[in-house]
Nanobody
Framework: QLVESGGGSVQAGGSLRLSCTAFEWPYTSVCMTWFRQTPGKEREGVAALDTGNTFYAASVNGRFTISQGNAKTTVYLQMNYLKPEDTAMYYC???????????????????WGQGTQVTVS
C-alpha cells in the first residue's frame, strides 16, 4: 500500500513537497517513482529514486528533487519554481529496481498510490 500527501494549490513560482510512504514492502531493494497525469493525457514519469540513482523527466530537471526519507520506503518530491503546466494528479509507484531505460514505463509498476492533486495558477 502506498500513501501520498502534500498536494495543494500554489501560485506559479511557488513550491510544494509531496510525500509517499510504502507499507509492507516485502523486498530489500526499492525503486520509488512519481508520475503525474492530467485529464485526457497519458500518465508520465516525473522522477524516480533507488539506491544510489535518481532519474528525472526533462521537463522537471533542475526544478524538482526526489529524495529518500529515513525509511527507504518513504520518498519526497520537492517541487520548486512550479509552473501552470505542472498542474496534475501526482501518483507514487513502487517496484524493486529502477532501470535507466524503463524507470518511467507505467507497465513496469503494479503498486500505486491513490494520487494527490497539485494545482498551479
Amino acid at each position: 500500500q502506498l500513501v501520498e500527501s502534500g498536494g495543494g494549490s500554489v501560485q506559479a513560482g511557488g513550491s510544494l513537497r509531496l510525500s509517499c510512504t510504502a507499507f509492507e514492502w516485502p523486498y530489500t531493494s526499492v525503486c520509488m517513482t512519481w508520475f503525474r497525469q492530467t485529464p485526457g493525457k497519458e500518465r508520465e514519469g516525473v522522477a524516480a529514486l533507488d539506491t544510489g540513482n535518481t532519474f528525472y523527466a526533462a521537463s522537471v530537471n533542475g526544478r524538482f528533487t526526489i529524495s529518500q526519507g529515513n525509511a527507504k520506503t518513504t520518498v519526497y518530491l520537492q517541487m520548486n519554481y512550479l509552473k501552470p503546466e505542472d498542474t496534475a494528479m501526482y501518483y507514487c509507484a513502487i517496484r524493486p529496481y529502477c532501470w535507466t531505460e524503463s524507470w518511467a514505463e507505467i507497465a513496469r509498476y503494479n503498486s500505486w498510490g491513490q494520487g494527490t492533486q497539485v494545482t498551479v495558477s
